[in-house]
């Protein structure tokens, strides 16, 4: 599912969640995003408002008045704590941190020091990691947006008055396309900047869809234009009924090394598959002058790219890395744990397009298994997959 994020009034944590929720996600569903956070006292409410005959819908966080400003570190343990899937923790906080540095850079503090009320209010948690779940539950794999209005003029902050768009919001938005649009005043926020700066893969016009649902969110402030944020929700060509595959975004990093040994190139590979990438492999290649060396590849969600790419450079001390950004066509699958005369093991399965149901035995189990029987991995994995296709009453592989 393809997003399509229309700011042309720019864009705000509750616009952007409010649209989401219009357009089919359940508000129960980003209700429980309180509970999950430890937010007591903590509520979300929507309500349709019209804007220059426009319906859409307003969000509203209601919390406990309360003066705390909480510290960066706290919010990083509260999210990684909160029983929530483990992508949206981690694009939570993503988003989160971003707004945290952004925030470091502007007022030179720490990180672990950044001590303020935009990451500290309930109502950017809720915004930040709804937003996160509302996505989830709509199975939008992949965001695209217009280049976002920011305003002019000047705004009143905690801080006095600054101006248009707010510092953390041009750090949130380096190299993101932005416009003044259509009315003055602060259009984005520094949550709706760290949305989208996190979220978004790419920035135009809209991509070639199919949609099937829209939403409106509506923000606080009166003007002269519909203060609404549109989320358009469409099948990427290829993804409609019998297809049985959809197309996403990937980037690919690549690096050539020559300066690792083994155990570093292995090491590396490890880390950066913990911290979310989709795949690693080293290809043998020759490089100037002779030498021996390998190509480091790394496939990534474009929401990842930059946090990878700094983590490779980490890892490998290597001087530059190519990236380069390609669609892929993935079959929709899902996991289903059997039992085997060796043991209970986990079970990928997906439909190919001709209708033939296809199993792939996870790795990690069927290596303990094997391990614990001492029994051939491939046997291992042969029973599971077996198991897998008589449970769905289809034996072809």
């Not at 209601?62 to 029983?83: F, G, N, T, Y």
């Not at 984005?188 to 979220?199: E, I, W």
Request: hydrophobic share 50%.
């Amino acid at each position: 599912m393809i997003a399509f994020l229309d700011c042309w009034t720019g864009i705000s944590g509750d616009k952007f969640l409010g649209a989401l929720i219009d357009a089919g996600a359940p508000i129960e569903t980003v209700q429980a995003v309180c509970p999950a956070l430890g937010l007591a006292g903590v509520e979300v409410h929507v309500e349709r408002r019209v804007r220059h005959g426009i319906s859409a819908l307003h969000l509203t966080v209601e919390a406990p008045q309360s003066r705390e400003l909480r510290k960066w570190p706290e919010i990083r343990d509260r999210v990684e704590a909160a029983d929530l899937p483990e992508g949206v923790k981690r694009r939570s906080l993503t988003a989160l941190l971003r707004l945290a540095e952004a925030e470091a850079k502007v007022h030179e503090v720490p990180l672990e020091a950044v001590h303020f009320h935009e990451v500290g209010a309930a109502d950017t948690l809720v915004d930040v990691v709804g937003t996160m779940v509302a996505l989830d539950a709509l199975g939008v794999q992949r965001v695209v947006s217009t280049p976002v209005a920011v305003g002019s003029g000047t705004v009143q902050t905690q801080h006095g008055l600054l101006p248009v768009p707010a510092p953390a919001t041009v750090e949130l938005l380096r190299a993101v396309p932005v416009l003044a649009g259509p009315a003055e005043g602060e259009l984005t926020t520094p949550t709706g900047a760290a949305l989208v700066s996190t979220l978004v893969a790419e920035f135009g016009p809209m991509p070639p869809m199919t949609p099937a649902a829209v939403g409106y969110g509506v923000g606080s402030r009166e003007l002269p234009v519909a203060n609404v944020a549109r989320i358009i929700l469409g099948i990427a060509p290829g993804e409609g009924a019998g297809a049985g595959w959809s197309l996403e975004d990937v980037v690919v990093l690549e690096t050539n090394v020559d300066h690792l040994s083994a155990e570093r190139l292995a090491f590396a590979a490890e880390e950066l598959l913990a911290a979310g990438a989709l795949d690693v492999w080293s290809t043998p290649i020759v490089m100037k002058k002779g030498r021996a060396a390998h190509a480091l590849s790394v496939m990534a969600p474009p929401t990842d790219a930059d946090r990878l790419t700094a983590l490779l450079f980490e890892l490998t001390a290597t001087l530059g890395v190519r990236r380069t950004t390609s669609p892929r066509a993935v079959l929709a699958r899902r996991v289903v744990e059997v039992d085997t005369p060796f043991g209970r093991a986990r079970v990928k399965l997906a439909t190919a397009p001709s209708g033939r149901l296809l199993a792939r035995a996870e790795y990690d189990d069927a290596a303990r298994l094997a391990r614990e029987a001492g029994a051939d991995i491939g046997e291992v994995a042969a029973a599971a997959e077996s198991a897998a296709r008589a449970a769905q009453g289809n034996r072809e592989g």
